[in-house]
């Protein structure tokens, strides 16, 4: 089945503790992205990663590291954490992000609610 | 920056009833998507389009793309409760060089239809 796994589905930690939160892909996507989703603040892109070893940050990166060593692997590392990134967070995956093609579906993971006490 | 603003927030409705979600910006954009979004789950695709003035339809659920680029509507008829959900239209940014490399989403609208 074609999906998208992020882990863990929750997790809660500490104020500078250093976490990764996993995400991977089954369809041999090139395009990959996180996003972070706040109440009244909507989706908001972090980082994403147009291929292997190409990565560009979105509108919120402060704060995150992402590394895209393998097409179906895109992990988000938080090396501080701290509780403004608190958040709902989800991986997304796409064939390419080519410019007006139609083959721009997101396929999105079901999401990692972390909370940074 | 490019903006994509959605309204209304929220809406609440009995079933049976029809609405319009508006997605509105000042840029232009190469396509425009919508998604709904359940509880617990990620955002899934509902519909791409394209070209300016497209309009395109999904059994009760009519999408249109504004004859400029920079809109969309989302029009549902004779709502059902389990059309409830988070509804996103998500604009795919034009740049004159390379691809675009994101979607820039609207902040969504939550639709609750009561039976």
């Known amino acids: 089945e074609a999906q998208v796994t992020q882990n863990p589905r929750y997790l809660i930690t500490v104020t500078g503790k250093k976490l990764t939160v996993t995400c991977s892909q089954n369809?041999?996507?090139?395009?990959m992205s996180w996003y972070r989703q706040d109440p009244g603040l909507g989706l908001r892109q972090i980082y994403y990663?147009?291929?292997?070893?190409?990565?560009d940050k979105g509108d919120v990166p402060e704060g995150y590291k992402v590394s895209r060593k393998e097409k179906r692997n895109f992990p988000l590392i938080l090396e501080s954490p701290s509780p403004n990134q608190t958040s709902l967070y989800f991986c997304?995956?796409?064939?390419?992000?080519?410019?007006?093609?139609?083959?721009?579906?997101?396929?999105f993971g079901s999401g990692t609610q972390l909370s940074v006490l | 920056t490019q903006l994509l603003e959605q309204s209304p927030q929220f809406l609440s409705i009995q079933e049976g009833e029809n609405l319009t979600v508006y997605c509105n910006s000042s840029?232009?954009?190469?396509?425009l998507q919508w998604y709904r979004q359940e509880p617990g789950e990620g955002p899934v695709l509902l519909v791409t389009?394209?070209?300016?003035?497209e309009v395109k339809k999904l059994k009760r659920l009519t999408f249109q793309f504004g004859d400029a680029r920079k809109d969309s509507s989302l029009h549902i008829t004779a709502a059902q409760p389990g059309d409830t959900g988070l509804y996103l239209c998500?604009?795919?940014?034009?740049?004159?060089?390379?691809?675009?490399?994101?979607?820039?989403f609207g902040k969504g609208t939550k639709l609750s239809v009561k039976p």
């Open positions: 997304a995956s796409s064939l390419s992000m080519g410019l007006g093609r139609k083959n721009e579906k997101l396929f």
């Open positions: 840029s232009v954009f190469s396509s």
């Open positions: 990663s147009m291929n292997v070893e190409v990565t």
């Open positions: 369809m041999n996507h090139e395009y």
């Open positions: 998500a604009g795919a940014a034009i740049k004159l060089w390379g691809s675009q490399g994101n979607l820039i």
């Open positions: 389009v394209v070209t300016g003035g």
